[in-house]
């Protein structure tokens, strides 16, 4: 090797004045070795990153050159005959989101010409119900595949052949694992099951001698920490699972919240009427003022109406609404934007309490995780063991009840990262997602009745969870009586928190219907505007009213003795379901 192979980093390493590393690239020229050559990165690449992000904005000019180095790096271990790199296999499961299904893989294509790194191919699993909606996936598909994307679609009829190669026995052993489904409607199965079927596709993919990594992401995601923010995924993964005896990793999102409406709507009404409550003592035509720079940040779950049981503590103020329009505008046209956007609230998108990506040195976010990010995780072919438990409830919390378990078994070997993707909840224009389960919308109002049940079931899981855990569950088993207990106890806990939180919901609404209602306020002037906000306002209410669907579940004696006793079963099975899975794996 010489140095007109690798001028970019030979300069680099130069630059760095770092003895050892120049050593190792020395040792590579000589004898080739490609170890040698991810030694010099391990050292080289962090500190770029950090020269980067000093200012806490990324440097343009340094970043392209370290997007230009990477290329270099990559294609030379490309042309090794002994690369010792992972491959990756990127996991996307969509359900009748053809839409967001573009913008994943348009990220990740992009991710690859900016930070390639060894070999990537991606698996689109789908679970979609509309026939046109199938058709347009495949065609993305191909056309990504056209333009040099390793990519497959993985349909329905796929799916089931993988189901069949089970025996009877074995399928109806895994039947809370992999769903009991209809095979003449073998769609919108859920995205735990829809995982799980997927992971059996895993095990046929993964070579018994290849280093293949899993990713696992949500169709509403993409490669990226932010606009034009790339980070360098691929490499830092590699290298993690490469020096470390790690079986699962999981990063976060940055962007939209990756909690359901349901848990959020309290604090989402008070920003929200914080802000209309500022905007009333500005004038109509005054130039809009609501792009003032805060040093508040939503971190720490600041999106969670009950962050603390998280072990967060709640922020205890409003967040400031920040108006996305740009050039001179007045507040009459803010307050037009703002009504319009409030619709995407339904489908999970915070006007005020989105995340952003704040740089740190990767080695030092590197901890023991109790999560699992189901839209953002990565693990190796030990990983496979790991299904998404307890799919057939149909559960809310699935990746912070299986976080539980795996952390209790694989202790470190089980970590996260500070490795996010852009979480993009709605269409951009629209304000909409394409397609949500539980959530129904029509002309006038949207109701979060199926996911609120959902979501306070799954509460009730992930919390009975964290007790069980505590007594050496799953690894040792509980009787029926212990689970009910503990199920039963947390259910009524979560129920009050529930209700309390609930009528604050309803009082921040009523107060922001008094306030818009007010016939003194200029946006009168704005009737579509109103009129937008009524209609979020009515959904909050039916929603969250005495009347809602989720309420009266939450509220029945029947249902909820119904759910529990389901629950109860669940977690005795899941003993037996594992060592079936295992041997289904071998």
């Given at each position: 090797?010489t140095?007109?192979?690798?001028p970019?980093?030979?300069r680099a390493v130069a630059d760095?004045?770092?003895a050892e590393?120049?050593?190792k690239l020395?040792r590579f ?14 050292a080289?690449?962090?500190r770029?990153?950090d ?5 806490g904005r990324?440097?343009?000019?340094a970043?392209?050159?370290y997007?230009?180095?990477a290329?270099?790096?990559?294609a030379c271990l490309?042309a090794?005959p002994d ?5 990756f296999?990127?996991?996307v499961p969509?359900a009748?989101?053809p839409r ?8 990740l ?6 930070f ?7 698996l689109?699993?789908?679970?979609s119900?509309d026939p046109?909606n199938i058709?347009?996936?495949r065609r993305?598909?191909q056309?990504?595949r ?5 990519v497959?679609?993985?349909?329905q ?12 026995q074995?399928?109806q052993?895994l039947a809370g ?6 095979r003449?409607?073998?769609w919108?199965?859920g995205?735990s099951?829809?995982r799980n079927i997927?992971c059996?596709e895993l095990v046929?993919?993964a070579?018994?001698?290849k280093?293949t990594?899993?990713w696992f ?7 990226r920490?932010g606009?034009g923010?790339f980070l360098?995924?691929f490499f ?7 020096r470390r005896p790690?079986t699962?990793?999981t990063?976060?999102v940055?962007g939209d919240p990756?909690?359901s ?12 009427l914080a802000?209309v409550?500022d ?5 109509a035509?005054?130039?809009c003022?609501f792009?003032?720079?805060t040093e ?6 600041a ?5 603390e ?9 409003s967040?400031?609404?920040h108006?996305?329009?740009e050039?001179p505008?007045?507040h ?6 703002w ?9 999970g ?6 995340t952003?990506y704040?740089?740190r040195p990767?080695?030092q ?7 699992v990010?189901?839209?953002n995780?990565?693990f190796?072919?030990?990983g496979?063991s790991w ?7 149909k559960?809310r ?5 299986l976080?539980?378990?795996?952390a ?11 490795l ?7 269409l951009?224009?629209?304000g909409?997602?394409?397609f949500r389960?539980g959530?129904v919308?029509d002309?006038?109002?949207?109701d979060i009745?199926?996911e609120?049940?959902?979501?306070y ?5 992930l919390?009975s969870m964290?007790r069980?855990?505590?007594?050496g569950?799953p690894?040792r088993?509980?009787s029926?009586?212990d689970?009910r207990q503990v ?10 928190r529930y209700e309390a939180?609930?009528q604050?919901?309803?009082s ?9 209602e007010d016939r003194?306020?200029?946006?009168h002037?704005?009737p579509?505007a109103?009129n937008?906000?009524?209609?979020f306002?009515?959904s909050m209410?039916?929603s969250?009213?005495d009347g809602a669907e989720?309420?009266r579940l ?13 629950m109860?079963?669940?977690?005795l099975?899941y ?6 899975w ?5």
């Amino acid at each position: 090797m010489t140095d007109s192979g690798l001028p970019l980093l030979s300069r680099a390493v130069a630059d760095l004045a770092d003895a050892e590393t120049a050593g190792k690239l020395a040792r590579f020229r000589a004898h080739g070795d490609a170890s040698d050559l991810l030694t010099v990165c391990d050292a080289l690449f962090p500190r770029l990153e950090d020269a980067i992000w000093q200012s806490g904005r990324p440097d343009g000019t340094a970043l392209e050159h370290y997007q230009a180095l990477a290329r270099e790096v990559d294609a030379c271990l490309a042309a090794h005959p002994d690369d010792p790199r992972h491959e990756f296999l990127v996991v996307v499961p969509v359900a009748d989101r053809p839409r967001h299904l573009q913008a994943f893989l348009h990220s990740l294509q992009a991710l690859r010409r900016h930070f390639p790194w060894g070999r990537v191919a991606a698996l689109v699993a789908d679970d979609s119900g509309d026939p046109e909606n199938i058709a347009e996936n495949r065609r993305i598909v191909q056309a990504f595949r056209a333009q040099g994307l390793e990519v497959r679609h993985f349909g329905q009829e796929e799916q089931l052949a993988r189901l069949d190669t089970l025996d009877e026995q074995d399928r109806q052993a895994l039947a809370g694992v992999l769903g009991n489904h209809d095979r003449a409607r073998f769609w919108h199965k859920g995205a735990s099951n829809m995982r799980n079927i997927t992971c059996l596709e895993l095990v046929r993919l993964a070579g018994r001698g290849k280093k293949t990594l899993f990713w696992f992401a949500d169709s509403d995601q993409e490669f990226r920490a932010g606009d034009g923010c790339f980070l360098n995924y691929f490499f830092h993964l590699d290298r993690i699972f490469s020096r470390r005896p790690v079986t699962l990793l999981t990063g976060k999102v940055v962007g939209d919240p990756p909690v359901s409406p349901a848990v959020m709507a309290g604090n989402f009404l008070d920003d929200m009427l914080a802000f209309v409550t500022d905007l009333s003592t500005r004038g109509a035509d005054d130039d809009c003022v609501f792009h003032r720079e805060t040093e508040d940040r939503a971190d720490d779950a600041a999106y969670h109406d009950m962050a603390e049981l998280f072990g967060f503590r709640e922020k205890g103020h409003s967040f400031p609404y920040h108006c996305p329009l740009e050039g001179p505008h007045d507040h009459r046209r803010c307050f037009e934007a703002w009504a319009h956007r409030l619709k995407g609230f339904f489908d999970g998108e915070h006007l005020t309490r989105g995340t952003a990506y704040e740089y740190r040195p990767l080695a030092q976010t590197l901890v023991p995780a109790r999560t699992v990010y189901t839209g953002n995780y990565v693990f190796n072919r030990a990983g496979l063991s790991w299904f998404i438990p307890f799919a057939s409830l149909k559960l809310r919390m699935a990746g912070p009840v299986l976080g539980r378990m795996v952390a209790a078994e694989l202790g470190e070997a089980f970590l996260s990262a500070n490795l996010p993707m852009l979480h993009k909840r709605t269409l951009a224009g629209a304000g909409r997602s394409e397609f949500r389960p539980g959530i129904v919308h029509d002309e006038e109002l949207s109701d979060i009745s199926g996911e609120f049940e959902r979501q306070y079931f799954g509460d009730v899981m992930l919390f009975s969870m964290i007790r069980f855990t505590e007594q050496g569950y799953p690894a040792r088993a509980l009787s029926g009586e212990d689970i009910r207990q503990v199920l039963e106890a947390v259910e009524q806990e979560m129920r009050e928190r529930y209700e309390a939180k609930r009528q604050h919901i309803l009082s921040r609404s009523g107060q922001l219907r008094i306030l818009l209602e007010d016939r003194a306020q200029w946006w009168h002037d704005c009737p579509d505007a109103v009129n937008g906000v009524r209609r979020f306002l009515d959904s909050m209410e039916h929603s969250f009213g005495d009347g809602a669907e989720g309420v009266r579940l939450m509220r029945s004696v029947e249902h909820r003795r119904r759910r529990l006793a389901d629950m109860e079963k669940a977690l005795l099975a899941y003993r037996e379901q594992r060592a079936r899975w295992e041997e289904v794996l071998a």
